[in-house]
């Protein structure tokens, strides 16, 4: 009879790989795992967020005026007329 015996070096080679390739996937699976919980923290947390920004602007008293909004002068068209006029453009 004749059996076949494989090195036993290469038979420990073969399981190391396999082991290897065993962690490669779950090393895999746990970062895609991770990437999943970071996005839902990471929504979970800007939705705190907005809440709490609407709330401070509805416990702010006054009405709601944008910061970056100025408000134009009364007098605003007159000027720009009178200027136009002193160039000598008013009539065209």
């Known amino acids: 009879m004749w059996f076949s015996k494989e090195?036993?070096?290469n038979l420990k080679l073969k399981r190391l790989e396999e082991e290897l390739?065993?962690?490669k996937r779950d090393f895999l699976?746990?970062?895609q795992e991770w990437d999943a919980t970071q996005d839902r923290v990471s929504k979970v947390l800007r939705r705190m967020a907005r809440t709490e920004q609407a709330e401070d602007v509805a416990s702010r008293p006054?009405?709601?005026?944008?910061?970056?909004t100025v408000p134009?002068?009364?007098?605003?068209m007159s000027r720009i007329r009178q200027q136009?006029?002193?160039?000598?453009?008013?009539g065209e």
């Open 21 to 23: 390739e065993r962690l």
């Open 62 to 68: 006054g009405p709601e005026v944008p910061l970056t």
């Open 7 to 9: 090195n036993p070096e």
């Open 29 to 31: 699976q746990i970062q």
């Open 84 to 90: 136009l006029a002193a160039r000598g453009k008013a």
């Open 72 to 76: 134009p002068s009364t007098d605003r």
